[in-house]
């Protein structure tokens, strides 16, 4: 049977599953009308499976050692991904936390192509959609041309979706990296200059990727030791972008530095409930940064680099934390770490899975948490005919350190905090999103009472 061989960073991403973390990526879509399972279940065959990587499962072949493979399903069945389910009573936002709980605990079939879902009645008079995707297959950013293809615009319009970009087939074997060095040869010839840049970016990437596997790992907290099999997840109240954008403004802060510090305020209040001296301490999050060419938009699979970043927990005032994580983030924008990082994903995924392991254990050491953003779609969007209300995601925290992973999704206008930790480590991220309703609310309260600075021409007159 024909196989196509994964991408080395998809392959890193398909070992990157631990005994209880997975690599699995989790959506929720909420709907305030109860959605038509045999709808829903067409529109996944008829649309999603344009996407060839949801009609194949991962084989493992090859010498001397094998490796991930592509493979088409043989006699491939829609029915056993797409699942028809009911919320348990009382119905509500807990039954529902409880509910996505389990299914993130639960392993993906590697017999089958590696994807679920479950569309779920009797949430609070409306439906519920649960999607779950290994981390091979598509990041964030690839997720949401998935989004782009399944859902619709408008009500009930069954627009004809554009077709998915379909990747070339990656070369073969080892020949791929000499076919990348002639490939990199040809350029230095053709754009020296260019080539010269990108070198530099790469060779400062590795010297600041190298500096920071020699820093103090993060010290032992709630959110790093031994994992359990089961996870626990929880999410925020939505907040308005304008307001958002609204507490920016006082301080020349973007949305995302204003989210992210809520989201420390929040893990300060956390880590100070669990006994931690948080004046005296550390916490670092690993975030990834989206590296995808304009050639690979469109594309499933993994274009995006990591970089560490620490986050403001030792500061009391809610000010001071937005401005340490602002600068924390303009300097993590400027950064070729991420760039470093991708080109090791692309490593590691030629390499056995154990020395994969070796390095992910010495790089997850430096980190607490995994912290992601994903701009959702800005207008409403439509499943079956049925108005999505919200769509929140999880992503995951593989590896064997870090215990929890924090994610941050915008749509329509609205954003919120998603929390996702193992079940021994954090049995209460509920608790976590509270402490970040509470940040956030008093950092809006603060400047609402905050009076207006006068125009300066007016300052001047007076």
Known sequence: MTTHPMTPADAAWYHMDGPANLAVVTGLLLTRQPLDFA????IYLERLLDFDRFRQRVVEVGLPLPT???????????DQHVHHIALAAPHNQAALRALVSDITSTPLSRELPLWQV?????????SALIMRCHHCIADG??????????????PGAWRHAPAPVHAAPPSHGAGAGLLAAASAAIDVVTHPQHTMETAKLVLGGAGMLLAELLRADDPQSPLKGEFAPGKRVAWSKPVAIKDVKAIGAQHGAKVNDVMVAAMT????????????????????????VDLRPPQRMGQLGNEFGLVLLDLAVTKASADQRLAKTKAGMDALKRSPEPVATRALFDLLGLVPKALEDLSNELFGRKASLVMTNVAGPREPL????VAIDRILGWAPHPGRQIGMAVSIMSYQGMAA???IGDARLVPDPEVITDHFNHEFAEMLRKVKATPAKAPARKRAAR
Do not use: C
């Open 382 to 385: 439509y499943l079956a005919g």
């Open 39 to 42: 709808r829903v279940r067409k």
């Open 141 to 154: 950013t690839a997720m949401m041309t998935v989004a782009q293809r399944l859902f619709d615009a408008e």
């Open 68 to 78: 991930p493979h592509w493979q088409d399903m043989p006699h491939f069945d829609i």
């Open 265 to 288: 305020g929040a893990l300060r209040s956390y880590l100070l409930g669990r006994g931690v001296d948080v004046n005296h301490t550390t916490v670092r999050a690993m975030v990834p």
């Open 118 to 126: 479950y569309v779920v009645d009797d949430v609070e008079g409306g």
């Open 417 to 419: 905090l998603t929390v």
